[in-house]
């Protein structure tokens, strides 16, 4: 799926979802559109980058639990 963006040289395009991580990490988007509008950096609010869990696995995936 194709995000629509802004980049700050104004030039408009759209990008996959990995490259527009890449354009907000380096800065070089101003806006990207969201599915409940235009997102403004700087301005809005941002996730995180996700960075992998080191720790110990304490979910309990019942989900996945056979009956036996």
Sequence with gaps: MLVPVVLK????CSVRKDELQYLI????????????GWAVLGRDK???LVMPF???????????????
């Excluded at 040289?9 to 408009?12: D, G, P, Q, R, V």
């Excluded at 990490?25 to 409940?36: A, G, I, L, N, Y």
């Design 9 to 12: 040289n104004w030039l408009e």
């Design 25 to 36: 990490v380096t800065e070089k988007v101003m806006f990207f559109e969201r599915s409940d």
């Design 46 to 48: 941002m996730r995180h």
């Design 54 to 68: 080191e720790g110990e696995e304490r979910r309990q995936h019942q989900v996945f639990a056979k009956d036996n």
